[in-house]
């Protein structure tokens, strides 16, 4: 086990020689020497600066917009406005069907069903179905009754 490493190790040490030659005059224009451990080094070292550059770049530039699950702060803040106007509107849905739900008990001859100004629970529906026995166009016995007084 001790063996194969140790050669491992000493072929990464060997020097090797790279040299640029002009062709035309066989010029030595650049020499360098290196062996296979510089080279592996450099070559990681290069990938690990690469890697750390363009994750800064995204992390600091609008190029995050590009990487999916990031989004524009405009776009956050008008998800949120959205959102709070979306609660809002659901809140005052509730309370006017729950106003509407009195109107139609106390027609019915109910003494209604509680406060409307307290923050009711979700609707049942958005469309609001009166209660059975209940007509738009029909007027019920009682109001006959009380038009015959308001008359007379």
């Known amino acids: 086990m001790e063996q194969p490493r140790k050669k491992l190790i000493h072929k990464l040490s060997y020097k090797y020689r790279l040299v640029l030659i002009n062709d035309a005059s066989f010029e030595e224009k650049f020499s360098i020497k290196l062996t296979p451990m510089n080279v592996f080094v450099a070559f990681s070292s290069a990938i690990v600066l690469l890697t750390a550059i363009i994750i800064t770049l995204i992390f600091y530039t609008s190029l995050r917009e590009f990487v999916p699950g990031y989004t524009d702060t405009k776009t956050k803040r008008n ?74």
């Open 79 to 152: 998800l949120q406005q959205l959102l709070y106007k979306t609660d809002s509107l659901e809140q005052t849905l509730r309370a006017k069907e729950l106003y509407y739900n009195n109107i139609i008990n106390i027609m019915k001859g109910g003494n209604g069903l509680q406060d409307s100004t307290i923050a009711p629970g979700k609707p049942t529906s958005l469309y609001i179905i009166p209660a059975a026995g209940f007509s738009r166009f029909e007027p019920k016995p009682m109001e006959s009754v009380y038009k015959k007084d308001l008359k007379a």
